[in-house]
């Protein structure tokens, strides 16, 4: 991931590194120095590299350079120095220019998930800007085309498998469910393409832009059932309010739907929180918590009489853990530990709380209502 990209010489001094201890760094997109993993402290690290540079970098450095007579050119020395914490993340630096402080900061989670990716240049191309506007403006209209045939297309599926009415209640509630993804990306700034239904298979929130931290992850992911289980509540106090039975299926038949979601199963919504959760336990503790917490999730799964729910719990959580070795490898900023706690709770609460709307309307005797559980149950 990246870790730090400032000036350096007019020309932009970027650090990559992971969890796993190796680091690279690029000076205008070029490799300048490697330090690999190692099994002692890595918190303080050094990169040296030196850079052949004309007298006009003078201007560029805001310092003289030591004069060699008629030879324009300059050697030059760059040292950067970094302390490095990964949970919480700060990231200190100072950066010498033949042996003279440059620059010097900080960075935190923040920063990292306020930071744009790195973008290969562009290749050049014969096209004119007016062929290039046209193109642009021909995929914006053709994108809005795919989602409204992908819509009618949704209502057509679901009104053949149900009625129209409740195949517009369902897309309602996929919508929903969708906003609550897209406004989680919109509140860390980044851009979106919107909502794609997609016929027998759900929704689809789509960003232009890739995400950096774990905590990002896990808050994408868990606002589109968080927002489903506000619509199921909603819909629960205006059956209370109207007695119509229109209002307790949807409230149900919707909370069956985002708890599904949050399966521990990629690439569920699930998948995501719980795979951002173990994955930034950053010891062979959080391991053992780990296949703890899902070996109880199961039991109580099968206690309650849930089979369905508690074998994919199993499934997906045994997915997660031969995976776990590999976690050092990704390039998205580890949870800290109040951020792993915070969002277990999050998720427990709106597993529990979805699972409670559903046994509620089945204890009700209406055979239709009961069905989201016999379903768990299955």
């Known amino acids: 991931m990246e870790l730090l990209k400032i000036d350096c010489l007019g020309k932009q001094l970027r650090l990559e590194g992971s969890m796993a201890g190796w680091q690279q760094l690029f000076w205008d997109r070029q490799l300048v120095s490697q330090l690999s993993a190692t099994a002692e402290d890595a918190s303080q690290r050094t990169h040296q590299f030196e850079l052949l540079a ?5 201007a560029l450095t805001g310092m003289p350079l030591p004069d060699e007579g008629t030879d324009d050119s300059q050697l030059l020395s760059v040292k950067l120095e970094t302390e490095l914490q990964w949970q919480p993340f700060v990231l200190k630096y100072r950066l010498f220019i033949n042996n003279e402080l440059h620059s010097s900061g ?3 989670t923040k920063d990292i998930e306020r930071q744009q990716p790195e973008q290969a240049p562009a290749k050049p191309t014969q096209q004119s800007w007016l062929g290039l506007a046209s193109l642009g403006f ?7 085309v795919i989602k409204v045939v992908l819509a009618g ?8 498998l149900f ?10 509630c996929l919508v929903f469910h969708e906003y609550g993804h897209i406004r989680a990306m919109k509140y860390f700034g980044m851009k979106t393409k919107g909502i794609y239904l ?3 298979l759900g929704g689809l929130a789509l960003s232009d832009e890739k995400i950096n931290t774990r905590w990002q992850d896990v808050v994408i992911s868990i606002m589109g059932p968080t927002f489903g289980l506000l619509l199921s509540i909603a819909c629960l106090v205006v059956y209370w309010l109207t007695g119509n039975i229109f209002f307790a299926g949807l409230a149900t038949f919707n909370a069956l739907l985002n708890l599904f979601n949050l399966l521990p199963v990629l690439p569920l919504d699930g998948g995501h ?6 994955f930034s336990m950053n010891s062979i503790a959080g391991l053992v918590g780990t296949v703890a917490g899902a070996l109880l999730g199961v039991y109580v799964s099968y206690s309650l009489g849930l089979a369905l729910f508690g074998f994919l719990l199993l499934v997906g959580s045994l997915e997660i853990v031969f995976e776990w070795r590999g976690r050092h490898q990704s390039h998205l900023l580890p949870l800290d530990r109040y951020g792993q706690l915070f969002s277990a709770i999050w998720y427990l609460l709106t597993v529990g709380s979805l699972i409670g709307i559903i046994w509620y309307f089945a204890k009700s005797g209406d055979d239709i209502l009961a069905l989201p559980l016999k379903i768990l149950q299955s």
Do not use: G, M, T
Request: aromatic letters at 12%; charged letters at 20%; proline letters at 2%.
């Open 273 to 278: 929180i719980l795979k951002s959760i173990s």
């Open 138 to 144: 021909k995929l914006f209209k053709s994108a809005k």
């Open 153 to 160: 297309a949704s209502v057509a599926a679901y009104s053949w």
């Open 163 to 172: 009625s129209l009415q409740f195949a517009l209640a369902l897309l309602a």
């Open 54 to 58: 004309k007298s006009q970098a003078d």
């Open 198 to 200: 997609i016929p027998f």
């Open 106 to 108: 900080e960075r935190n």
